[in-house]
Nanobody
């Protein structure tokens, strides 16, 4: 059974930092790229970052480039999102996602972790 469990969210002041983690189980983690998404109240879910299966390539949404870093530890089945210089507009529920398990169209999501940036 595929499981993705996010943690690390919380309340932080503008300019602060947080590190999110997503622990995966139920599949061969090192074989799959991983995504971080976020959804703010009243807005559609948007992709924040992606990292390839071995961590050699990655990409970011334009509004988080130079502030967020995605990383993974395949020995720990964990993908991270390190967030710096946080802004109020980063407030959202953050989710990790894996696609392509068993079929091209499959996707699995965690339950999310809330990040709130406010003074």
């Amino acid at each position: 059974q595929v499981q993705l469990v996010e943690s690390g969210g919380g309340d932080v002041q503008p300019g602060g930092s947080l590190e999110l983690s997503c622990v995966a189980s139920g599949f061969t983690f090192s074989h799959y790229g991983m995504h971080w998404y976020r959804q703010a109240p009243g807005k559609e879910r948007e992709r924040v970052a992606f990292i390839s299966s071995r961590g050699r390539t990655w990409n970011y949404a334009d509004d988080v480039k130079d502030r967020f870093t995605i990383a993974r530890d395949n020995d720990k089945n964990t993908v991270y999102l390190r967030m710096h210089s946080l802004k109020p507009e980063d407030t959202a529920v953050y989710y990790c996602c894996v696609r392509g398990l068993g079929s091209v169209s499959s996707e699995y999501w965690g339950a999310g972790t809330q990040v709130t940036v406010s003074s």
